[in-house]
C-alpha cells in the first residue's frame, strides 16, 4: 500500500518550453500533496503544498508563477515548470499524505533543460 | 523555526558492525519524526514515524527511538544493501502548512562486505 508514482522519470526540454510532471497516489486518497526540490547531494527543499480544490501555498522564494501546481483530484497533483531555464534543471520530487499523516513520496522526475 | 540537525554526515561501517545514525531538532511543536532510507536517483522510502518521547519502533536491522531532543536510528549487524542516504524529518503540528515536514540534510551510509 501507499504508492505514488510520478510521470516523467526523466524529461529533457529546451530552454524556453514548459514541462509538466504529473504526481498520483495509486491505492489511496491524498488530500495534501507536496512538491520538492533536490539538489545533487542535498537535502529535500520544499517548494509548496497542494490541497486538492486549492491553490497551492508556495514556500518563500519559490516563483508561483514559474512553477504552477494543480491539484485537481484526490489522486493527482501536476507541477508546470513554465519557460524553463537551465537553472531549472533539478531532481524534482512529489509526496502524498495520507489520513495517517504520513508522507510518501514518488520516485523523482529528473529534469534538464538544455 | 524548525530545525533537524543530523551526524554523522557520513558513516563507513564494515558489514556486521553496528551503530547508530544521530536526528537533532528543534521544534514548536512535534508532529511526527520521520525517517527515510534514499537510494541515488529515487525518491525517499518510508521507514519509520515515531510520535512522542519513549516510543521504539523495529524493521529488519533498523531500530529507530525518540527522546524530546534527538532521534537515533540503530543499524544492528548491516549488511552492503544497507548502503544508502538515511533521512531525517520532523513534522510542525503548528504553522498554516499542516503536515509539512523540515528535513534534516541527511547521513550516507556506506556498508563495505
Known amino acids: 500500500g501507499a504508492v505514488v508514482s510520478q510521470h516523467p522519470s526523466r524529461v529533457i526540454c529546451k530552454s524556453g518550453t514548459s514541462v509538466k510532471i504529473e504526481c498520483r497516489s495509486l491505492?489511496?486518497?491524498?488530500?495534501?500533496m507536496f512538491w520538492y526540490r533536490q539538489f545533487p547531494k542535498q537535502s529535500l527543499m520544499l517548494m509548496a503544498t497542494?490541497?486538492?480544490?486549492?491553490?497551492?501555498?508556495?514556500e518563500q522564494g519559490v516563483e508561483k508563477d514559474k512553477f504552477l501546481i494543480n491539484h485537481a483530484s484526490l489522486t493527482l497533483s501536476t507541477l508546470t515548470v513554465t519557460s524553463a531555464h537551465p537553472e531549472d534543471s533539478s531532481f524534482y520530487i512529489c509526496?502524498?499524505?495520507?489520513?495517517?499523516?504520513?508522507?510518501?513520496f514518488g520516485p523523482g522526475t529528473r529534469l534538464t533543460v538544455t | 523555526e524548525d530545525q533537524v540537525t543530523q551526524s554523522p554526515e557520513a558513516l563507513r561501517l564494515q558489514e556486521g558492525e553496528s551503530s547508530s545514525l544521530n536526528c537533532s531538532y528543534t521544534?514548536?511543536?512535534?508532529?511526527?519524526l520521520f525517517w527515510y532510507r534514499q537510494d541515488p536517483g529515487k525518491g525517499p522510502e518510508f521507514l519509520f514515524t515515531l510520535y512522542s518521547a519513549g516510543e521504539e519502533k523495529e524493521k529488519e536491522r533498523l531500530k529507530a527511538t525518540l527522546t524530546k531532543k534527538e532521534s537515533f536510528l540503530h543499524i544492528t549487524a548491516p549488511k552492503p544493501e544497507d548502503s544508502a542516504t538515511y533521512l531525517c524529518a520532523v513534522g510542525d503540528a503548528g504553522g498554516t502548512s499542516y503536515g509539512k515536514l523540515t528535513f534534516g540534510q541527511g547521513t550516507i551510509l556506506t556498508v563495505h562486505p
Open positions: 509526496s502524498a499524505r495520507d489520513k495517517t499523516y504520513e508522507q510518501y
Open positions: 491505492d489511496f486518497q491524498a488530500t495534501t
Open positions: 521544534v514548536s511543536g512535534l508532529r511526527g
Open positions: 497542494s490541497n486538492e480544490g486549492s491553490k497551492a501555498t508556495y
